[in-house]
């Protein structure tokens, strides 16, 4: 967190969602709004999170279920304690003027795939999140356009009124640019998702290694089309490569 913060601390007295989002109301309210001027604050929950026995008031029976009852338990757990915050800021006069972006940095593998631990791949059980925006201006709806966690730093930027030049890989979400393009990289594993299609690789891959192809409308990523449509695959894999090598390059001088 150094690298990105220039102070950090943690208080594992307030790591329950409960108390946590109870402390992070105060602080707005006492320190960020009392500032009349805009701010940014990043809340990141702990309870719905591996191992998933650390909502408030779980018995040691419950922590002792199986581990979708207790992913069933934390996740409802965190959306009670995320409803509670906002209710209690959404009467505050700055509320009217802020957006509200919510989203996943992870998703949880349970077998499908054949994957059961996060470092096993990058498919869809791990990789796709739930991703909301609530604000001024932004109606409900739905959009299934291909994304990535690229795109929301230029979205917040936008939303803002900030106006420079786009640096990122990724693009407004709001622009509607069409199903667009996502990447990612994660333990050796790199994915993209561009023109209907979603490739994910082993990288770099081995001798005797072959991507997964699928359609993106595959939510579940049951049926692999690398076999039958190797242009596909190394059309994408060529894309993919130039990608991640720019990445690279970018990240190795600062830029």
Known sequence: MAKWYNAEHYDRNREDDSTFFVHATSYIDDTLARQKAPFLATLMTRSNHYPFNFAAGMSDEEKRK????RINYTMNYADRQLARFIHSIEHEEWFQNTYIIILADHGFPLGENGVSTMNGGGFSNVTWIPFLISGK???AKR???TAAQMDIAPTILELAGIA??????GHNLLRGYGEGLSLGAYSRVTAIGF????????????NGET???FEEKD???NKNLAPNRPEEV????GILDTLIKLSDYSLERGM
């Open 66 to 69: 199986p581990l979708t009852e």
């Open 137 to 139: 201006g932004i109606d």
């Open 143 to 145: 959009d299934t356009a």
């Open 164 to 169: 420079v030049p786009n640096i990122f890989m």
């Open 195 to 206: 023109d209907g299609y979603r490739l994910i690789a082993k990288y770099p891959l081995v």
């Open 211 to 213: 991507p997964w192809l």
């Open 219 to 221: 939510t579940h990523q």
């Open 234 to 237: 190394k059309r994408l894999k």
